[in-house]
T-cell receptor, first 115, second 114 residues
Framework: EPEVTQTPSHQVTQMGQEVILRCVPISNHLYFYWYRQILGQKVEFLVS????????KSEIFDDQFSVERPDGSNFTLKIRSTKLEDSAMYFCASSEEAGSNSPLHFGNGTRLTVT | AQSVTQLDSHVSVSEGTPVLLRCNYS??????LFWYVQHPNKGLQLLLKYTSAATLVKGINGFEAEFKKSETSFHLTKPSAHMSDAAEYFC????????????FGTGTRLLVSP
């Protein structure tokens, strides 16, 4: 079964550094998402992306965050200047369509640790 | 706004006994509801979904959930727990936009003892 793959599985970075989290969505999927889960807290929506532009973003997704689909297969999340509170598990997801009958497929996540 | 409440942070069962993970939802209109499971160091896997068709929904690995509008509940059940069911389970509702903005519950950790 096709999978969403995320790299790296674990990233450690220093506060203030830029970090890029990478995702390869399922190949025929058109909608892409990032979610995050701070340790001990709920999984939270960050951003959705369709047709090479952001379709919706949460209040968390401020100017420090950006997403990009640089080629036909990768979908990246960039954090420009990391803060301690950015430490979390980041999940990439994709879906074939926008509606609820097309469920999200999640990757295994990237654990980001900011020191 | 849509929300879900998972009533138990931890549930412990013995192998072979029934599983009940509780979820209540709040929604201003007919919701789409899901259960996802997360095994250690793994991604979130869809167990089952309710999207206004049959109220009793069957999912993978023998799990099922029943949508009860009168109780605003969507509890997850399984007749007989297996050791491999030990994981974190999330009840999820779709937010009120068209782009699958999932709203997660706080999760229930299922512990299965031999």
């Amino acid at each position: 079964e096709p999978e969403v793959t995320q790299t790296p599985s674990h990233q450690v970075t220093q506060m203030g550094q830029e970090v890029i989290l990478r995702c390869v969505p399922i190949s025929n999927h058109l909608y892409f998402y990032w979610y995050r889960q701070i340790l001990g807290q709920k999984v939270e929506f960050l951003v959705s992306f369709y047709n090479n532009e952001i379709s919706e973003k949460s209040e968390i997704f401020d100017d420090q965050f950006s997403v990009e689909r640089p080629d036909g297969s990768n979908f990246t999340l960039k954090i420009r200047s990391t803060k301690l509170e950015d430490s979390a598990m980041y999940f990439c997801a994709s879906s074939e369509e926008a509606g609820s009958n097309s469920p999200l497929h999640f990757g295994n996540g990237t654990r980001l640790t900011v020191t | 706004a849509q929300s879900v409440t998972q009533l138990d942070s931890h549930v412990s069962v013995s192998e072979g006994t029934p599983v009940l993970l509780r979820c209540n939802y709040s929604s201003s209109y007919s919701p789409s509801l899901f259960w996802y499971v997360q095994h250690p160091n793994k991604g979130l896997q869809l167990l089952l979904k309710y999207t206004s068709a049959a109220t009793l929904v069957k999912g993978i690995n023998g799990f099922e959930a029943e949508f009860k509008k009168s109780e605003t509940s969507f509890h997850l059940t399984k007749p007989s727990a297996h050791m491999s069911d030990a994981a974190e389970y999330f009840c999820v509702v779709i937010g009120n936009t068209g782009f699958q903005k999932l709203v997660f519950g706080t999760g229930t950790r299922l512990l299965v003892s031999p």
